[in-house]
């Protein structure tokens, strides 16, 4: 029969362990226990900006936007109006004669006068202040979970790589990398590149990345959304910040937009 003694050096071991176990429990942050994976986060960070079926349910979602490029004072307003579901738009520039259209399949333009084709525009702004819900799309791939901090900013934000499946969207290409606050879950930044082909000169394929900073917040419908953000290049550069107002998740949706005025170009650009 076993001695107590012979127990001893065992039950230390476990007991040992145990406790290096729990201190190390202790000292893990509680948002890394609530993320531990890409899924939960994105679910974390739905649920803070509002939720996923408040702002999937919604007919429209709808906001101007004005955009001032590098230091500039004043920028170009836009009034963006989407069609959830389907995702058709259309997009007026006030104070100027240009207007925008996307039916789902081509994008047309009156009085274009913008550097960028129209049906790369289409989208643009709906994407980049929508991402703690477009994040759950289909086609959506999730890789490089972790936690990373954003330049100077010491804060470990968490972190996921959103890239898409062949056929998803005109720009399967494109990737975006969030960056998630690790206590209120809220997106604080994405990194993200463009492979919209017509952008590029011959040979290219790609932009280098830029970093695009959510600066501030309001809450409209119960959803929280922007309301100011700053895109950074690469060496630092400020590329563009914007204003978003007007925000709104009840417009009805303008069927007679999606007729395509005979004084129209359609946009034949290569995505």
């Known amino acids: 029969m076993p001695t107590t003694s012979q127990f001893r050096p065992t ?6 362990t ?21 899924t939960k986060l994105l679910e974390h960070m739905a649920k803070a900006h509002g939720g996923l079926d408040g702002w999937a349910s919604a007919p429209t979602v709808c906001f101007e936007d004005e955009f001032k490029l590098g230091e500039a004072t004043t920028g170009l307003v836009s009034r963006v109006c989407v069609e959830q579901g389907r995702r058709r738009a259309y997009i007026d ?15 047309w333009s009156t009085n274009w006068a913008l550097p960028y084709p129209p049906r790369f525009m289409a989208l643009l702004n709906y994407h980049f ?13 999730l890789s490089e979970f972790g936690q990373r901090t954003l330049g100077d900013d010491p804060t470990e934000y968490f ?31 994405i990194e993200y590149i463009a492979t919209y082909r017509a952008l590029f000169p011959e040979g290219a394929t790609e932009m280098a990345p830029n970093t695009l900073i959510y600066e501030d917040f309001t ?18 550069t400020v590329f563009g910040s914007a ?29």
């Open 93 to 107: 520039y006030p104070g100027t004669p240009m207007t925008l259209a996307w039916d789902g399949a081509k994008a």
């Open 18 to 38: 145990a406790l290096a176990f729990l201190a190390l429990v202790a000292t893990l942050p509680a948002s890394l226990e609530a993320c531990p994976n890409a």
């Open 243 to 271: 204003e978003i107002r007007e925000w709104s998740f009840d417009q009805p949706f303008d069927e007679a937009r999606m007729t395509m005025p005979e004084a129209a170009a359609v946009d034949d650009s290569t995505p």
């Open 159 to 189: 972190s996921v790589k959103i890239t898409y499946a062949e056929g998803t969207g005109d720009t399967p290409g494109d990737y975006y990398r969030l960056y998630v606050h690790p206590e209120s879950h809220l997106l604080k930044a």
């Open 219 to 236: 809450e409209v419908a119960g959803l929280k959304v922007p309301t100011r953000y700053s895109i950074y290049q690469a060496d630092g």
């Open 129 to 141: 202040l929508n991402l703690p819900w477009l994040a759950n799309d289909p086609g959506v791939i």
């Open 11 to 16: 039950t230390l071991r476990v007991a040992f």
